[in-house]
């Protein structure tokens, strides 16, 4: 079964507004929350990830909102570009495997 | 380009035809994974390697997949009398010896069997 869920399947937002994504997980064993961007025919590059010991992590425009008691995370996406438009895959991992989600493609519009 | 590279980028195949697919992971990364992605789905984890070992397979890895990882660097992934099902692309990935640590991935094989 999935092991992490994510939402919306896709999204579409305007030139510099806010992406957001959310993904949820029952197995408190994850430690580790990573999310991945994927362009067509590439492999999936990090972006940012988080651990469960701090509730938020900002880089650039990319931000990791992290709740441990409802075993949710959300990737904030400020000031979207058209260049951002791309899958995205929130995963959670508990020693080797990362379990993904099954992805959120984002189009921004100019 | 130090990163994760994987070959060939694309195959395509025959039904019932053996394939292999190679990885070479960065340098000096002890763990090496391979994944499964299918169109609109996000990967999923079919087995990884502390070095030369092979620690945990996936049960999407039937007995008709083999990996190895022979001297603890590059790795190969077999898949003997290949089925339609077996089209997808074929991600490697690659991180530091602790668990958690951050997985680097490859551009992927395509395969396409026919």
């Known amino acids: 079964q999935q092991q992490v869920k994510q939402s919306p399947q896709s999204l579409i937002v305007q030139k510099g507004g806010i992406s957001i994504i959310n993904c949820a997980y029952e197995?408190?064993?994850?430690?580790?929350f990573p999310w991945y961007q994927q362009f067509p025919g590439k492999g999936p590059a990090l972006l940012i990830a988080i651990r469960p010991d701090v509730s938020e992590k900002k880089e650039g425009r990319f931000t990791i909102s992290f709740n441990k008691s409802a075993k949710q995370f959300s990737l904030h996406i400020m000031d979207s570009q058209p260049g951002d438009s791309a899958t995205y895959f929130c995963a959670a991992n508990s020693g080797y495997a990362l379990n993904f989600g099954k992805g959120t493609s984002l189009l921004v519009t100019p | 380009d130090t990163g994760v590279s994987q070959d060939p980028r694309h195959k395509i195949t025959k039904r019932g035809q053996n394939v292999t697919f190679r990885c070479d992971p960065i340098?000096?990364?002890?763990?090496l994974y391979w994944y499964r992605q299918t169109l609109g789905q996000g990967p999923e984890f079919l087995t990884y390697?502390?070095?030369?070992?092979?620690?945990?397979k996936s049960r999407l890895l039937s007995d008709r997949f083999s990996a190895e990882r022979p001297k603890g660097s590059f790795s190969t992934l077999e898949i003997q009398r290949t089925e339609q099902g077996d089209s997808a692309m074929y991600l490697c990935?690659?991180?530091?010896?602790?668990?958690?640590?951050?997985?680097?991935f490859g551009p992927g094989t395509r395969l396409l069997v026919l």
């Open positions: 990935a690659s991180s530091l010896n602790h668990a958690g640590e951050t997985q680097y």
């Open positions: 197995n408190t064993a994850f430690d580790y």
């Open positions: 340098s000096e990364h002890n763990r």
């Open positions: 390697f502390q070095n030369e070992a092979q620690l945990e």
